[in-house]
């Protein structure tokens, strides 16, 4: 009976925190069940399934089976993939916390800080297809059981953060709220006692989050990221201004009977727009309404309506002070909003009355979407004293979407996953160039991305890109051209180490790893003096065509290559021998081909460095 008793509690503790409608009563909620259950939600490899063990009646089951067969895709390797990779997310939107979730799946340790602790966007997004099919295999039903009924096809921000919060919670990842991310601290040269890894400044200060050493950090802060290096590049020029509105909605049957207008087709109906100016003056490019826990419209409206409506007092060239809250008529853009709202659903909304947002103020905003920001790159390496980490951006700090297209959380979830398998490489101990190479290949693709052309086979989606995009060329960009990604601080040469995790921490002294390039450039003139055709005078051109690259090999070991028989001409050959025979023999990975040495009228200098520095570290000690 005792037993029985037990299961019943654990069972009303874990409905508790399914059915908790805030942020802070998820965390509460979950507090607690792991209080009661004494279960340790810090122990994040067998935190599921202490958790499932635990709390076993029949209401959960379906949950249960749902999440096993997530997490028993080939590609997590038994949540093993990723053993001992550390790693920070900056930001608990849709997309953190998506990537989030793959990242624990793979067995990474997964921490993420978020610096609000309301989820109060009552704002829509629109889902596709792949998006609700992914979703629903998380359980977003038992979480939010109207989630995607009948041909919905769209989730308010909100009720997305809670049902993503409380699957990573199940699944062992670790949510700060209240937590600002600052910036990222360096390793100390020397090891100490508070540790020796790359750590966050965040506030507060105070917080044990500010201990955390990670080996991989993601930005998912939106669209004004805070990690430093991403060049950022505009992509829209055309001035538009986005206004959202939210009314309440009472769920009333003849609010059910008003129909949605969804989608990017609505912009083709002319009439409408023609019909709108001549009756209100409201002169807008497009319209969205989708009726969710509020009434939500999202539209673009054209300025001179704006000013002509007095919603705009003064009429600006830049949009900053043209949009600028006092440059705008709260009241006037009340009025607009509804009216336009009225007239697009056929004034078949019984009322209009505005939602409450966050601050207390009825629920309209107006945006500015003329300049929307994509990052130049998805991801980049960072290197300090002999500790890499890896900084990729995932969901609107990658990539903005412009809100009447609803692209955001389709496009960011792809960046999750794509982020989830480069993460993997990593673990796996693919090199820093060739990973990095292969992310921008991949990101290469998004901005493109429709529901359309991305593969309909949702059934195989995983974070491996190949399941999800169909015409894939995964090294569309070579290492040579993602060097700039890899930063190590000084620009020295050497830096680049092969290996998981555990090797990814080696620390190398600095005296070992730095060579600088006269000194460098000086031993390669004395290994290869003397060689036929070699005349070492630079880092560069020296070395197109090869034969010094083969004189440097023959000098230490002469049966690997028969010097004499090469040709000054086969530039792509003699090359290619080279690379091989050195990743063959000394484990000196290639940084390029020799193809592409042939195709270049000289070989990128830093490149060079880096790959003749490897040849330095292993022969500088060699009696040659
Ligand atoms: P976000 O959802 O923006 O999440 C970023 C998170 O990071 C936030 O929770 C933020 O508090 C946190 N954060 C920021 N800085 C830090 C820091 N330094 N330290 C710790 N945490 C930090 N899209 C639409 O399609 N339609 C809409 O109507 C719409 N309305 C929106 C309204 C607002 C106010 C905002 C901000 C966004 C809106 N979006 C809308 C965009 C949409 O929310 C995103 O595309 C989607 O949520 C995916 O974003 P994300 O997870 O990348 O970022």
Not at 204 to 231: K, W
Not at 351 to 358: C, E, F, G, M, Q
Not at 416 to 422: K, P, S
Request: aromatic share 10%; hydrophobic share 40%.
């Amino acid at each position: 009976e005792k037993e029985d008793e037990r299961t019943a509690q654990a069972s009303q503790l874990f409905e508790n925190f399914v059915q908790a409608s805030t942020c802070k009563g998820t965390l509460q909620a979950f507090s607690i069940l792991c209080r009661q259950l004494e279960l340790d939600p810090l122990d994040h490899s067998n935190f599921y399934n202490s958790l499932k063990a635990a709390v076993s009646t029949w209401k959960v089951k379906a949950l249960w089976t749902k999440l096993d067969k997530r997490a028993q895709q080939k590609v997590y390797s038994q949540n093993k993939a990723c053993q001992g990779t550390r790693c920070l997310i900056i930001g608990g939107g849709p997309c953190g916390l998506r990537t989030a979730i793959e990242l624990t799946l793979l067995g990474c340790k997964v921490v993420v800080i978020e610096k609000r602790d309301t989820f109060s966007r009552n704002n829509v997004l629109h889902l596709w297809p792949y998006t609700i099919h992914d979703l629903r295999g998380l359980g977003a039903k038992k979480f939010y059981g109207k989630f995607c009924a009948g041909s919905i096809d769209h989730i308010s921000i909100r009720q997305l953060q809670l049902m993503l919060v409380k699957v990573s919670l199940i699944l062992g990842v670790e949510i700060h709220v209240n937590v600002e991310f600052i910036k990222l601290l360096e390793p100390p040269e020397e090891q100490t006692d508070v540790g020796h890894g790359w750590r966050a400044e965040i506030r507060p200060s105070g917080h044990p989050v500010s201990d955390f050493e990670f080996d991989v950090v993601i930005g998912a802060d939106g669209r004004r990221s805070t990690l430093d290096g991403f060049r950022r590049k505009e992509f829209r020029g055309k001035l538009a201004i986005a206004i959202t509105a939210n009314f309440v909605n009472r769920n009333t049957t003849a609010e059910a009977k008003v129909e949605e207008i969804s989608g990017v087709a609505f912009i083709f109906n002319q009439k409408f727009f023609l019909e709108l100016k001549e009756d209100t003056g409201i002169d807008l490019e497009n319209i969205v309404y989708y009726k969710d826990n509020t009434h939500y419209f999202v539209m673009t409206a054209k300025k001179q309506s704006l000013l002509d409506k007095g919603v705009i007092i003064n009429d600006y060239m830049e949009t900053e002070r043209l949009l600028s809250p006092d440059n705008v008529n709260q009241e006037a853009l009340l009025s607009y909003a509804r009216e336009a709202a009225d007239f697009g659903t056929n004034y078949q909304l019984p009322s209009l009355d505005y939602a409450i947002n966050h601050y207390g103020q009825p629920d309209v905003a107006m945006f500015d979407f003329t300049c929307m920001y994509a990052s130049e790159n998805a991801a980049l390496i960072r290197e300090k004293h002999g500790h890499q980490l890896l900084v990729a951006l995932v969901g609107d700090s990658l990539l903005e979407p412009f809100w009447p297209m609803g692209t955001g959380c389709a496009r960011g979830f792809l960046a999750a996953f794509d982020t989830a398998w480069m993460v993997k490489g990593w673990a796996k101990g693919k090199s820093p160039l060739e990973i990095l190479a292969e992310r921008e290949s991949i990101y290469r693709l998004l901005p493109q991305t429709t529901p359309e052309n991305i593969s309909k086979n949702f059934e195989q989606y995983s974070i491996d890109p190949a399941t999800r995009y169909p015409n894939l060329n995964a090294s569309c960009v070579r290492p040579h051209q993602v060097r700039h990604l890899f930063i190590d601080g000084h620009q020295g040469p050497g830096q680049i180490e092969r290996g998981g995790p555990a090797r990814r921490s080696v620390n190398l002294s600095r005296k070992e790893s730095e060579v600088h390039p006269g000194r460098l450039l000086n031993w390669c003139q004395r290994q290869t003096h003397g060689y036929q055709g070699v005349d070492v005078t630079n880092l560069a051109s020296s070395w197109r065509n090869g034969l010094a690259l083969c004189a440097l090999i023959h000098r230490q070991k002469p049966e690997l290559i028969d010097y004499d028989s090469l040709n000054e001409e086969d530039v792509a050959g003699n090359n290619q021998l080279a690379f091989d025979v050195a990743e063959r023999e000394f484990g000196i990975q290639p940084v390029t081909t020799g193809k592409e040495m042939a195709a270049d009228s000289q070989p990128d200098k830093l490149l060079m460095v880096l790959y003749l520095s490897k040849f330095y570290e292993a022969f500088r000690n060699s009696p040659f």
